[in-house]
């Protein structure tokens, strides 16, 4: 079993950076790949970034290609995602999972509570 929860949230501007942290319970963490996806009001949850179990094969969704980087410290049981030139539309609650690698959210068994992401224009 793995539980995880996310922190960094918050209310930022236009061009603005955020890091969110996922912290893990549980010794069979680095066993997992790691994903961050969002989701907006009123839409489906989206993929925003995936990497393997061992921090390699950094996948990433068009819309936040170049400006989001995944990274993860199996030695601390932590995953992050750091944001930079965020965007209005950013602003969403995301998510980290745990599981297979891939970008749909059928590939992940363990997910966390959210963290919400608001970017004013």
């Known amino acids: 079993q793995v539980q995880l929860g996310e922190s960094g949230g918050g209310l930022v501007q236009a061009g603005d950076s955020l890091r969110l942290s996922c912290a893990a319970s549980?010794?069979?963490?680095?066993?997992?790949?790691m994903a961050w996806f969002r989701q907006a009001p009123g839409k489906e949850r989206e993929f925003v970034a995936a990497?393997?179990?061992?921090?390699?094969?950094?996948s990433y969704a068009d819309s936040v290609k170049g400006r989001f980087t995944i990274s993860r410290d199996n030695a601390k049981n932590t995953g992050y995602l750091q944001m930079n030139s965020l965007k209005p539309e950013d602003t969403a609650v995301y998510y980290c999972?745990?599981?297979?690698?891939?970008?749909?959210?059928?590939?992940?068994?363990?997910w966390g509570q959210g963290t919400q992401v608001t970017v004013s224009s």
């Open positions: 990497i393997t179990w061992s921090g390699g094969r950094p």
């Open positions: 999972a745990a599981g297979l690698l891939g970008s749909k959210t059928n590939s992940y068994d363990y």
């Open positions: 549980g010794r069979t963490f680095s066993r997992y790949a």
